[in-house]
């Protein structure tokens, strides 16, 4: 059973426009919320994180914001760089315990 | 630091061999979780430890399916005997606290296939 969706398996940008990128959830037990990064070869590594009490968190061209009536969250990269392109996997944590969704390979072109 | 070292980067194995994983962790890290990525599912938890100890072990899929950690910096996932359908890119992560609120340290992964 997927608790964390991410519909679309890939999005093109051209450089400098914004990426948005999304997740849906199910749990409602879900107390935080993180974005990984992944490059070929490479494990996934932490780029922002929201708790379920915020709506949004920013760090510098990365920003996340929550829904939780929806039950959705959404990083957003302005302005898109070459080096973002990379698969991002959106997470949930229940206790211990993350849960991911199946990632989007974002590809910026120049 | 050289974070989490995982090895081999590559298996390439016969269908019924055994397999074995390892995993070394970040020094100070108390909670070990193995995943395994797929093109179908994404990244699944297998198990994960908390100071030594297999806390959670509902993701791993059979009994083929093992895992140890020996001591508080090293574990192995075994695969016996092994299948095709087991192949997969396999990580393991660490964290320093039980809640991951620092988020998981990934290891760059084992790319297992099985022939």
């Known amino acids: 059973d997927q608790q964390v969706k991410q519909n679309s398996p890939s999005l093109s940008v051209q450089e400098g426009r914004i990426s948005i990128l999304n997740c849906d959830y199910t749990?409602?037990?879900?107390?935080?919320f993180l974005w990984y990064k992944k490059y070929p070869a490479e494990g996934p590594t932490f780029l922002i994180s929201?708790?379920?009490?915020?709506d949004k968190n920013e760090d510098g061209r990365f920003t996340v914001f929550l829904n939780k009536s929806a039950k959705h969250l959404s990083l957003h990269i302005v302005p898109s760089q070459p080096g973002d392109s990379a698969v991002y996997f959106c997470?949930?944590?229940?206790?211990?315990?993350?849960?991911f969704g199946a990632g989007t390979t974002v590809t910026v072109r120049a | 630091d050289a974070g989490v070292i995982q090895s081999p980067r590559h298996e390439v194995t016969e269908m019924g061999q055994e397999v074995t994983l390892r995993c070394k962790l970040i020094?100070?890290?108390?909670?070990l979780f193995w995943y395994r990525q797929t093109m179908m599912r994404g990244l699944e938890l297998l198990i994960y430890?908390?100071?030594?100890?297999?806390?959670?072990d509902s993701g791993m899929p059979e009994d083929r399916f093992s895992a140890k950690m020996p001591n508080a910096s090293f574990s192995t996932l075994k695969i016996q005997p092994s299948e095709p359908r087991d192949s997969a890119v396999y990580f393991c992560?660490?964290?320093?606290?039980?809640?991951?609120?620092?988020?998981?340290?990934f290891g760059s992964g084992t790319r297992l296939t099985v022939v």
């Open positions: 992560a660490s964290s320093s606290s039980h809640r991951g609120l620092d988020g998981y340290t």
């Open positions: 749990n409602s037990m879900f107390d935080y």
């Open positions: 020094s100070g890290h108390n909670s």
């Open positions: 997470a949930a944590r229940y206790d211990y315990k993350l849960s």
């Open positions: 929201i708790s379920s009490i915020k």
């Open positions: 430890f908390n100071n030594n100890v297999p806390i959670d």
